[in-house]
Nanobody, 127 residues
Framework: QVQLVESGGGLVQTGGSLRISCAAS????????VAWFRQAPGKEREFVAT????????DYADSVKGRFTISRDNAKNKVYLQMNSLKTENTAVYYC????????????????????WGQGIRITVSA
């Protein structure tokens, strides 16, 4: 079991930047993925970005490509999401999620892959 704790959320203006962090306690399998999802008010939780724990393969939702960057620090057991050019529609609760061993059955963009979730942090982008 991996425990995940997000940090770094808050209020930011449109066009601004923010970096959020996810600290993982416990061992992550080298094939595991660590992702960020978000849930805006009244909407379904959606995929934002993911990174493979070993090797660093990344994938992004089309809506954040070129603006958000996911990265990891294996030594610190942390994953980061750098968010630039933020928009009001990016307002949401952001969740960190980690998979166990990844067998490749489901897309890394789907919630079914991830069985460890953080509590979420709120990010508000003001106009």
């Amino acid at each position: 079991q991996v425990q995940l704790v997000e940090s770094g959320g808050g209020l930011v203006q449109t066009g601004g930047s923010l970096r959020i962090s996810c600290a993982a306690s416990g061992r992550l399998d080298p094939t595991a993925y660590v992702a960020w999802f978000r849930q805006a008010p009244g909407k379904e939780r959606e995929f934002v970005a993911t990174i493979r724990w070993s090797g660093g393969r990344t994938d992004y939702a089309d809506s954040v490509k070129g603006r958000f960057t996911i990265s990891r620090d294996n030594a610190k057991n942390k994953v980061y999401l750098q968010m630039n050019s933020l928009k009001t529609e990016n307002t949401a609760v952001y969740y960190c999620a980690a998979s166990s061993i990844y067998y490749g059955i489901y897309s890394i963009r789907t919630r079914e892959v991830y069985d460890n979730w953080g509590q979420g942090i709120r990010i508000t982008v003001s106009a």
